[in-house]
């Protein structure tokens, strides 16, 4: 599929059912709370948490899931990690999503542990400092900071060094992609791949899926992906560096990449573009569009069964990129 083929018809009308259902269990989860864009940051986070830790319950149990501390960047960062077995694994390196401002390793934790259950990787979810309290590039800094560690510390963790992947849903996508950018920049050891699930990659607001869904209420609607580029890039300047927007800088020399596109999302012309761009730049790249689903469906795993193949689909992806 081309970057050019936006879906035209009314979301409304192509929505998934069972995606439509968990979509209105999440609204009911919210009511009462005040709107998150509308309050103050701590508020809004505090009401993110609240509403959306429950639907990271059930799921896998892991043989050790556990909490590190570990030094990064002049401090000590929490990082929650999943073990799904025994044993020197692959790893990989999950960045949440929730726009650089909100969410956490706990909202995500049954994506992470649904994946590790299925690649059998051990999953680590690390937390990484949040704008707008650390705009760009601190929290890119975080990312590759962790990344330079477990290579450093590889058999602390009982994880492979030469089988880091990282992979990240939404801002977590931007993230996981721009540090495997600045790792190849910097001439350091890098990762296997990325999985990149509905990311943000560029700040830009006229892609025919923003004219398609940018004023429904399915999709992040166009003034909210507007609030949080704004809150995480900190200069004009920022809007235009690589590292904060990589749809725009070559991409020549990165680890295979898969791209897992949510049909009804503003996000999804931008997703296929940088899948075209890979290509044509010679990266192995794969990429698929899940129907009738919107932007962070990997969170109503074990509610939409589009969420479930996708974590089928990349567990698989990560197990042949790793070569398992």
Not at 172 to 197: F, K, M, S, Y
Not at 208 to 237: C, D, I, N, V
Not at 238 to 264: F, H, I, K, M, W
Request: net charge negative.
């Amino acid at each position: 599929m081309s970057a050019s083929t936006a879906a035209e018809a009314v979301p409304e009308s192509r929505l998934d059912p069972e995606m439509k259902a968990y979509l209105a269990s999440s609204a009911r989860a919210a009511a009462g709370f005040g709107d998150p864009f509308r309050l103050p940051i701590d508020e809004a986070r505090d009401v993110i948490e609240r509403t959306q830790r429950p639907f990271a319950e059930g799921g896998p149990e892991m043989f050790a899931t556990d909490e590190v501390w570990v030094p990064i960047r002049g401090r000590f960062m929490l990082m929650r990690r999943h073990k799904p077995g025994p044993g020197p694994r692959p790893c990989l390196v999950y960045f949440h999503g929730g726009g650089w401002v909100w969410n956490s390793i706990f909202t995500h934790d049954r994506v992470a542990r649904e994946l590790a259950a299925a690649s059998g990787f051990t999953v680590i979810v690390p937390d990484y400092a949040m704008a707008p309290e650390t705009p760009f590039p601190g929290p890119l800094e975080d990312c590759v900071a962790v990344i330079r560690r477990l290579h450093a510390d590889a058999p602390a963790h009982g994880i492979d060094p030469g089988r880091i992947l990282v992979a990240g849903d939404s801002a977590g996508a931007n993230l996981a992609l721009a540090a495997a950018l600045a790792l190849r920049d910097r001439n350091e050891p890098t990762v296997r791949g990325a999985l990149l699930n509905y990311g943000a990659f560029a700040p830009s607001f006229d892609t025919g899926s923003y004219r398609a869904y940018g004023t429904s209420t399915l999709s992040p609607q166009t003034w909210k992906m507007e609030f949080f580029w704004r809150h995480y890039l900190a200069s004009p300047e920022d809007y235009a560096n690589p590292l904060a927007a990589p749809l725009l800088t070559s991409l020549t020399g990165l680890p295979p990449l898969r791209l897992q596109v949510a049909e009804l999302d503003v996000l999804h012309d931008e997703n296929l573009a940088l899948a075209d761009k890979a290509r044509a730049q010679g990266v192995a790249t794969e990429v698929e569009v899940y129907p009738g689903v919107t932007h962070g469906f990997l969170r109503a795993v074990g509610h939409v069964e589009q969420a479930a193949r996708a974590i089928r689909d990349g567990a698989d992806w990560l197990r042949r990129t790793a070569g398992l």
